[in-house]
């Protein structure tokens, strides 16, 4: 295989491994808790509890904003945290919590 076609692999690979939030899910939103002030919500949120700061369709209303916490912002999708279904999120971030509880 010539470096070009491998070059292009690897281009296909990266762009293709991006992850996306999936559309509607907001599991990062209820299922951990968040220690941090959310707007709304000073003293933080409890897991399995909606953030306030969900619209109907589970998006973040403060998404890009400076009120939105660095624990939000930083959270990144991945296959791994989302899985396949909705619900893979919520198991994944369900047993996050629970592992990570004090």
């Known amino acids: 295989m010539s ?4 070059r292009i692999d690897a281009i ?5 491994s991006a992850f996306a939030c999936r559309t509607e899910c907001g599991a990062c939103c209820i299922a951990p808790s968040i220690s941090s ?5 000073p003293l933080g949120k409890p897991a399995g509890v909606r953030c306030v ?3 109907d369709l589970n998006q973040c209303q403060i998404f ?14 991945s296959l791994e945290m989302c899985g ?9 971030l369900e047993h996050l ?3 990570t509880c004090p």
């Open 3 to 6: 470096i070009e076609l491998l």
């Open 12 to 16: 296909e690979l990266i762009t293709h």
């Open 37 to 41: 002030p959310i707007p709304d919500m």
């Open 53 to 55: 700061q969900l619209n």
């Open 64 to 77: 890009g904003l400076a009120s939105r916490p660095l624990v939000c912002s930083s959270l990144m999708p």
């Open 84 to 92: 396949h279904v909705h619900a893979d999120a919520f198991d994944y």
């Open 97 to 99: 919590e629970t592992a």
